[in-house]
Every structure is written in C-alpha cells, then in structure tokens.
C-alpha cells in the first residue's frame, strides 16, 4: 500500500506543471488566434465562453489519485491471528493436572491406628497371692553361695547354640519310669514346639574359690532345649509319681531368681545324687521367690517343696528353656522314651 501511494504522488506532481503548461498553451492560441494571427486581448475586452472550456480535462486526472483502499486490508489480519492462538493453549493444560492432584490427597489422608497402637511389652508380674511350703533338708546345704554355685546358677556355666534337629529324638537305653515328665510343664500335657538347640558349658571346680566356666560339654548333641510358647501361660513343676516328702511333695526349690529356676528331685541340697532341672527365661512366681531368698538366708535347713500340678510362674516374652540332670550330667532334653512318655 507505501508503494501505491508513493507512485500517485508522484503523479499528481508532474500532473500539475503539466496542467499549467497545458493552459499557457490553449490562452497562447486563443490570443494569437488561427494563423498566428488572432487579436491580442486587451484589459476589459469580452472572451467568449465557449471556447475555454478546460475544466473536464482536470477532472478524470485528479480523481483517481485518492482510493480508500488500506481500511479493509487490517480487519482479516487481525482476527485470523487472535482467535486460534489463545483457545488450544489454555483447555488441555488446566485438565490433566489437576485428577493426579486429587489423587495424591486421598492417599495421604488414610489413618492406620491400628499401626500405631504397638502392643505393650509383656512384662513378668511383680505380685502373686500363691502359697508355697517348705520342705526340711537332708544332709548339709550347699557347699557354695547359692548365685555363685556351678551347680544351682545355670548362667554361671553359660550356653552357647547348637545345630540340631529341633523334635524328639529317639535314644537306645533303658527307660527310668521314675524320671520327670518335661510334658508335665504344660496344663494340656503337650509337646512343645523347639525353638532352638543350646550346649551347656561344663564346670572346673578347681579353678578359683568357686570354680569357673570350662569348655562346652560335647556327650550330648543338646544339653539345653528352647521351647516356644504364649506369654503369660501358666508352667507347672515337670511332674513325678514319686515322692520326697510327707503331702506328696516331689522336688526343692534348689535355686530362684525372676526369670531363673533349679528343681531338685530329692531332699538334699546337691544335684549330685537325683534328678535335676534347670529352667531358663520364664517369669518364675513372685512369692516363690519371696520364700527361696527368705529360707536361702535362714541357711537352707529348709528350702521350697513343690507338688505335682502346682505351679511355678508364667512364660515370659522370649522362648524359655529346659535342661535335665540325672546325677549331675546334662541329658539330651529332646529324648522322647525318657523325658516325654505320654505327652500329647
């Protein structure tokens, strides 16, 4: 449209000298007339109308140097450009950020309070309203301080784990009908699951004022048995049909702590001469203790005396353990002929 308008300026520029060349032109010939010899007009003389007559000459030169046409050459431009650009850009990007938004909330949002309520640790009871009796003592007490003796502390002598099959075995031999029942343990007389097979270390006596620890006993593959159970069930005394004392007593409390216990199966205070069983990590009865630690400093002339059925403390949060003596050896507990006769 500049290139237009240039050129018709242009025009109109050399259009007018033209024009006025034009008229000097035609007032020459009016004056000099045909001929060269036309009058010469004098001031006041009368001219004729009919022969001037250049106005149409002007009026198809000038009228065409003036065309309206750069209006209709914005209104496409600017439409055309507006309205495709701004419609696809803004619809697709709002719509699929905001479903994976909600998403995310919900999730976040879900309350597990069952997680969080963790069950409380089980703790050993610290009071209990069973009674339990003594049982005099034959023969002298024991030849060491209770804690510091081999023989009644198993975890001076120590453990250490085993690689074992974890079931009743079968062992050749005799079969003692007066030996404990480990089955008896449990009210329902069951066989418990193993849950870990440990060897008992021997005692040098003399070694020290005390003795000490010696190597680990190899006669047997298991010297002591981990056994599996719910926290808080009752354990009673592994029972026996015989009997060591008048009111069907079976066994001494040879040895008590919280979570520790030494069984006697006779009246004398020695392992050395009967049964014996060592129990480990249970929750041995409050007033049992009470009543060990209470004949244990009176000098053990008389120590607790247990029956069959009566019941000795609780399982605690780990797997308890079991070991068995006959005449102070450690036995293999897993033996099924001689330990588990008639468990279930």
């Known amino acids: 449209m500049n290139h237009r308008t240039s050129i018709t300026h242009r025009l109109a520029r050399l259009a007018v000298p033209m024009l006025l060349a034009l008229v000097s032109a035609l007032l020459l010939m009016l004056l000099l007339g045909p001929g060269g010899d036309s009058p010469v007009l004098f ?4 001219i004729e109308g009919p022969t001037f007559t250049p106005t ?20 496409p431009t600017i439409t055309s ?11 697709p990007t709002a719509t699929p950020t905001f479903t994976p938004t909600l998403t ?6 879900v309350f597990l309070p069952a997680i969080q ?35 009644l502390n ?63 006993l190899t006669a047997e593959t298991v010297t002591l048995l981990g056994m599996a ?11 026996r049909a015989d009997s060591i004392y008048a009111g069907d007593f079976i066994a ?17 205070d020695t392992v050395a001469h009967g049964y014996a069983v060592h129990l480990e990590d249970l929750c041995v009865d409050p007033a049992l203790v009470a009543l060990y630690r209470h004949l244990n400093q009176a000098g053990r002339g008389n120590l607790p005396g247990l029956r069959n059925g009566e019941i000795l403390g609780t399982l605690g949060p780990d797997p308890f353990k079991v070991a068995i003596r006959d005449r102070g050896s450690f036995m293999d507990p897993r033996s099924r002929k001689d330990w588990w006769q008639g468990a279930r």
């Open 154 to 216: 198993l975890a001076l002598r120590g453990y250490a784990p085993t690689h074992a099959d974890l079931q009743l075995v079968e062992i050749n031999g005799q079969t003692d009908a007066g030996a404990p029942r480990l089955a008896g343990l449990f009210a329902d007389g069951r066989v418990p699951i193993f849950s870990a097979g440990f060897r008992v270390h021997d005692w040098d006596w003399g070694c020290g004022e005390h003795g000490c620890r010696g190597d680990l």
């Open 56 to 75: 149409p000459s002007l009026t198809p030169t000038v009228t065409p140097t003036d065309p309206p046409t750069a209006t209709p050459t914005l209104s």
């Open 117 to 151: 309520r963790a069950p409380l640790a089980f703790a050993c009871p610290t009071t209990s309203d069973r009674t339990f009796a003594a049982v005099p003592v034959v023969g002298p007490p024991a030849d060491h301080p209770d804690a510091q003796h081999g023989d």
């Open 81 to 91: 450009t507006l309205t495709p650009t701004v419609t696809p850009t803004v619809t």
């Open 252 to 268: 001494l409390v040879l040895y008590a702590e919280p979570t520790r216990l030494t069984l006697g199966y006779t009246r004398e």
């Open 104 to 109: 995310v909330a919900l999730s976040e949002t």
């Open 229 to 239: 159970g719910a926290p808080g069930e009752a354990l009673h005394i592994p029972r």
């Open 43 to 46: 001031a006041g003389d009368p």
